[in-house]
């Protein structure tokens, strides 16, 4: 699997107290902010925000592109790929 | 009928009804900035009780508005079977003890006044004090007490303040309610009480009308307001249907207006799709700022000065429209007659609540 | 007349229906208590892994009455079911955790902070089932079946046709959970002091 997939589930397990899940229950391409999906909202996209600066020193200031970057694990890791390689 | 009345507000803006009044004429507010206040010591502007300090605050704040109460009513029925007193509190005394946040203070004020029963507890978040005061006019109407006393009772803490701060929704300026530029809510402390009975007897001065209104929930998010203001709609038609009144009888409207975006923008929405929006309309939070379990209680104590004393309070804070749907938001003090008036209130956990006061 | 016709016990390592064990803590899976429970139902609700206990325990015990009872949701209308309910320690628990995340933790977590207050379990409830209904959250010293005898004769006296009453005391020692459906009824358990307080007893052992 892909350490960095593998590493933001545990982050987002750890971020936003989400100690009932397992990495296995969050698929790559889940939509974290579907009711289908994780079912996060607003005030997690703030723990989400937190967690680019915390673990992967990336600040997010523009919403739009938090929009974007937040839909799945997999445009997560793309969005951290791509500010990092910036 | 079931009256309300022997109102008492602690706050920063003193310590009885009358001295809260006065600055409230003079439209001065309680909010100023506490240097080092916030989570990464930021200056916060918060509406803090000078002298109020150290352990058992809460507990404290509690006693002092009770002997208050005292002083306004026949002090026999506190010692009665047929009274209980509701403590309307989100936080209660967390900072005394974070596993039992309510007891401690709840035996000694039974100890204290030689109540009958342990006063009993609600804890509804931000629409605590209003549902609370409609408990108590309920039990009223049902027999079940002759007396309630209702106190609403939130102290500051570090808490609560991190926690809005977290939610990036603390204003940097002092909350400035349905204004354009509004950034979100001030806290406060405070503690504000008043008798609901069926007694006219029981008041040293001449009591109010309470007409006891209805909860409704959003079922719509545990932490932002919905964006049709459904609850709220539904709270203010059973409450207006249930006691038989027209909107239009409305002559005041008490909203709950924090200064959030969304808030403010929900209860504009709900007031308009029930045709209140030219209603004479305030929020109070711009005196006080926010005092969670304390706002409905105050508030209500307000609205009762206010038609005690014929005057329209102006909106602190408010100065240019902030919301899609308009509202009749009052500018500046005015004297008017006020017959009967609407408390609102909505909160955490999808709450909303409301009441009306008639004057008799 | 009033009757109970429903109810639920959530223990330590049992959870019970209408007096019926329908499930058992597995005490060598990983997953927690509550988690198990989900999983067994079947839920599919992603909400509740974001819940804190409190609002787990609600959610859980009242699709567990709804399973038993599945005719609940559309015997009333969206607003006629009232949901009253109380504990002892408030949202200690929870409490104990947002004040960890800021003393301890590096900074104020906004996931949990939303969830210290006791009544979000009833928005939780509310929001799951869609119901626009009263809600009233009390902090009582222990479980009093009084508290919801007489606040039901005021709800049900107005709108509300139904109650949903719960006692939910989740802490890191301990889980006493019960939920009860209150409705009107020709004949079952009447809703009385006596009955309150021996459903709310269920699946207690009695060694202790």
Excluded at chain 2, 29 to 46: C, K, M, R, T, W
Aim: aromatic content about 8%.
């Amino acid at each position: 699997m892909d350490s960095l997939k593998e590493d933001l589930k545990k982050q987002i397990i750890e971020q936003l107290n989400l100690e009932d899940l397992t990495v296995a229950d969050i698929a790559d391409d889940a939509l974290l902010f579907n009711d289908q999906g994780l079912g996060l909202d607003s005030i997690d996209a703030l723990e989400l925000i937190v967690l680019l600066e915390k673990y992967h020193g990336i600040q997010l200031t523009n919403p739009e592109e938090g929009k974007e970057a937040f839909k799945s694990i997999d445009t997560m890791a793309a969005y951290i790929n791509k500010r990092k390689a910036a | 009928m079931i009256y309300i009345g022997a109102e008492v507000i602690v706050s920063p803006l003193g310590d009885n009804a009358e001295d809260n009044w006065q600055a409230l004429v003079e439209n001065r507010s309680g909010i100023a900035l506490v240097p080092s206040a916030g989570f990464n010591q930021e200056d916060i502007h918060l509406a803090k009780i000078a002298g109020l300090n150290g352990p058992l605050r809460f507990q404290q704040l509690v006693i002092k508005v009770l002997s208050a109460l005292e002083a306004r009513i026949d002090a026999s029925i506190l010692t009665s079977d047929r009274t209980i007193v509701l403590i309307s509190s989100t936080k209660g005394a967390l900072d005394d003890n974070l596993h039992d946040q309510f007891s401690e203070t709840c035996i000694a004020v039974m100890q204290q006044f030689g109540l009958a029963h342990l006063p009993m507890v609600i804890s509804n978040a931000c629409i605590s004090g209003v549902l609370t005061l409609n408990v108590a006019g309920k039990m009223i109407e049902a027999d079940q007490y002759e007396h309630v006393i209702v106190i609403g009772c939130d102290v500051a803490s570090d808490f609560v303040l991190y926690g809005f701060q977290s939610l990036f929704a603390v204003s940097d300026k002092p909350c400035a309610p349905f204004d354009a530029a509004r950034k979100g809510i001030t806290l406060g402390e405070g503690c504000g009480a008043a008798l609901v009975s069926a007694a006219k007897s029981a008041f040293k001065n001449a009591p109010l009308q309470l007409l006891t209104g209805t909860s409704a929930n959003d079922a719509n998010h545990i932490s932002g307001p919905s964006r049709t203001g459904e609850g709220l709609v539904r709270s203010i038609l059973k409450t207006l249907r249930y006691n038989d009144v027209l909107g239009d009888e409305i002559d005041f409207i008490s909203a709950h207006g924090t200064g959030t975006i969304f808030n403010d923008e929900m209860e504009s929405i709900a007031f308009s799709s029930l045709n209140l929006s030219h209603i004479p309309l305030n929020s109070l939070k711009g005196y006080y700022g926010h005092t969670l379990g304390a706002a409905g209680v105050i508030e209500t104590a307000v609205c009762m000065q206010m038609m005690r004393n014929s005057m329209l309070i102006k909106s602190a804070g408010y100065r240019d429209a902030g919301t899609s749907q308009p509202l009749n938001i009052i500018l500046e003090n005015e004297p008017k007659k006020l017959r009967t008036i609407l408390k609102t209130a909505s909160g955490f956990g999808g709450g909303n609540a409301s009441l009306m006061i008639r004057d008799l | 007349m009033k009757m109970i016709t429903a109810y639920c016990n959530l223990r330590a390592d049992e959870c019970l229906v209408n007096g019926e064990v329908v499930a058992r803590r597995d005490a060598g899976s990983e997953d927690s208590w509550f988690k198990q429970i989900y999983r067994q139902l079947d839920l599919g609700y992603p909400k509740f892994y974001k819940m804190d206990v409190l609002s787990q325990a609600g959610y859980l015990a009242m699709e567990l009455i709804k399973k038993a009872n599945p005719d609940i949701t559309a015997a009333y209308a969206d607003d006629e079911i009232a949901l009253v309910f109380a504990n002892a320690s408030s949202s200690a628990e929870t409490d104990r955790r947002f004040m960890q995340s800021y003393e301890t933790g590096g900074s104020p977590s906004p996931s949990l902070f939303v969830y210290t207050l006791p009544n979000i379990v009833l928005g939780e409830i509310a929001i799951a089932n869609k119901w626009y209904g009263e809600n009233m959250f009390a902090v009582l010293p222990k479980f009093a079946p009084g508290f919801y005898l007489n606040y039901s004769e005021i709800l049900l006296a107005s709108d509300s046709c139904a109650l949903l009453g719960g006692w939910l005391e989740v802490t890191a020692g301990s889980t006493d959970v019960f939920l009860f459906m209150v409705e009107e009824r020709e004949n079952g358990t009447e809703f009385n002091n006596g009955n309150l307080l021996h459903l709310s007893q269920t699946g207690l052992v009695a060694a202790y």
